[in-house]
Each structure stands twice: as structure tokens, then as C-alpha cells.
Nanobody, 124 residues
Framework: QVQLVESGGGLVQAGGSLRLSCAAS????????MGWFRQAQGKERELVAG????????FYADSVKGRFTISRDNAKNTVYLQMNSLKPEDTAVYYC?????????????????WGQGTQVTVSS
């Protein structure tokens, strides 16, 4: 079992930045790929960024490429999402998720563990 707790959400003006953090506890010694998903009101949840368990491979949705950066510190059991040049359409609840995946690639589905989510609101 892995427990995930997100933090760092909030209200920011368009063009601003936020950094989300996801702290993992439990069986963190296992090889988990991590992903950041978001769900805007009335829309389906989507994967916006992911990182392989050693950090050698990353994935970004087209909508966030060049603006968001995912990273991880396995010594601290924490994953980060640096979000720059935020737009109103980035407004959503952001979720951290984990999937046991001992390969140097980022899975796009099948995540087993989820955090409670953190709200990000970007005003125009």
C-alpha cells in the first residue's frame, strides 16, 4: 500500500507559477512510476505529466509541454510538478498517482494509488 498526499495548490493569476508536491508513504521502496493527473469541472481526468521510477523517463501532455516540469526525489519520497506560465484552462483539481512499474517508461493508465487532490485555480 502507498499513501499519497498532495500540497501546493492555490489561486494564481494567469502567467504565474505554482509548485505541487506529492509526499508518498507506505511501501515506497518499491518501483513506482508517478503521475500527475487533473480533472476540470465537467471534464474527464487526464494525465498531464508522469515520471518513471528512477526518473529517467518523463511524459507530458501536449497542453502543458514547455510549461510544466515533473521531477522526483526518491530519498524524500516526493514528486513535484512545477507549473509555469499558467493559463485559466489549467484550472482543475490535480491528483498525484502511483503505479508499480519497474521499467524506464511512463505508463499512461492503470494507476493504483491516488491522493486526495489539490485545487489549482488560475484567474484571467
Amino acid at each position: 500500500q502507498v499513501q499519497l498526499v498532495e500540497s501546493g495548490g492555490g489561486l494564481v493569476q494567469a502567467g504565474g507559477s505554482l509548485r505541487l508536491s506529492c509526499a508518498a508513504s507506505g511501501r515506497t521502496e518499491s518501483m513506482y512510476a508517478m503521475g500527475w493527473f487533473r480533472q476540470a469541472q465537467g471534464k474527464e481526468r487526464e494525465l498531464v505529466a508522469g515520471i518513471s521510477w528512477l526518473g529517467g523517463s518523463t511524459f507530458y501532455a501536449d497542453s502543458v509541454k514547455g510549461r510544466f516540469t515533473i521531477s522526483r526525489d526518491n530519498a524524500k519520497n516526493t514528486v513535484y510538478l512545477q507549473m509555469n506560465s499558467l493559463k485559466p484552462e489549467d484550472t482543475a483539481v490535480y491528483y498525484c498517482a502511483a503505479k508499480f512499474h519497474p521499467l524506464n517508461q511512463v505508463p499512461v493508465s492503470g494507476y493504483s494509488y491516488w491522493g486526495q487532490g489539490t485545487q489549482v485555480t488560475v484567474s484571467s
